[in-house]
């Protein structure tokens, strides 16, 4: 006996049943496309398979830190290894980062060497700019102190930020401290002592602080080569 199927739950032709099952796989063919970008930003957000190398951190001497004190250019005598910036008014071929020589001299285009050492910012450029007169008319001469490397006094031992740190201006054992952002835990702050040479001055911080006389006396002026030893 031949079974008799209802028309209306079956395709009338092959290319009607091809119909139905394509209407039955879009929704998966949609889902499908909607997680292409997100597998693709996974991908690219995915760690390569390679070991990480990271960057050596920083280190900054106490030395190459931003000068606390200002170079005041008609007081600050220039020295052998300062570097001057010397700036010419439009000429860039004379305008030029120098050092100072083991001699005391820079050397210029045009005027060869001239004397540094022992003479102030000012001055130089008063005779730097005499000595371009030759050749410029009316030259405009700036001469910075860009990094002073003559003078320097250093603060070890137990204190937060020890080093050397350029002798700019006249500065005290107090001041000089300051510079170093405090003493460490245990640090003796009433026996602070200053090498000079062959000498072993003292200087006691806590007294200062409380504004004795002898402490005031012993707040004198550091001098280039002294070394501060907080034990």
């Known amino acids: ?22 209407k039955k796989n879009i929704p998966l063919v949609l889902m ?16 390569p398979n390679i070991p990480q190398v990271y960057d050596k951190p920083g280190v900054t001497a106490a030395g190459n830190e ?4 200002a170079i005041d250019p008609r007081t600050y005598l220039i020295g052998p290894e300062d570097i001057l910036k010397i700036e ?21 285009a045009l005027v060869g060497d001239l004397q540094a050492e022992g003479l102030t910012p000012e001055r130089l450029t008063v005779q730097l700019k005499e000595a371009l007169s030759q050749y410029i008319t009316s030259p405009e001469v700036t001469i910075s102190v860009m990094a002073v490397n003559s003078k320097s006094f ?14 700019i201006t006249p500065i005290r054992v107090f001041d000089a401290l300051g510079l170093t952002g405090g003493f ?22 806590k007294d200062f602080v409380k504004g004795k006389k002898e402490a005031l006396d012993q707040n004198i002026l550091i001098q ?8």
């Open 1 to 22: 006996m031949n079974k008799v199927y209802n028309r209306k739950y079956l395709p009338a032709t092959l290319e009607e049943a091809s119909m139905a099952t394509a």
């Open 32 to 47: 499908a496309l909607a997680c292409i970008p997100a597998w693709g930003q996974a991908g690219k957000n995915a760690p």
């Open 66 to 69: 931003p000068m606390a004190q």
């Open 88 to 108: 010419v008014f439009r000429d860039a071929d004379l305008s030029r980062m120098v050092n100072v020589r083991p001699d005391g001299k820079i050397t210029m």
């Open 154 to 167: 250093v603060v070890t031992g137990k204190v937060n930020r020890s080093g050397k740190f350029p002798l």
């Open 184 to 205: 460490q835990d245990f640090a003796d702050t009433k026996n602070i002592t200053i090498v000079r040479g062959a000498q072993r001055l003292t200087f006691n911080y």
């Open 224 to 231: 280039n080569g002294d070394t501060i030893l907080v034990k």
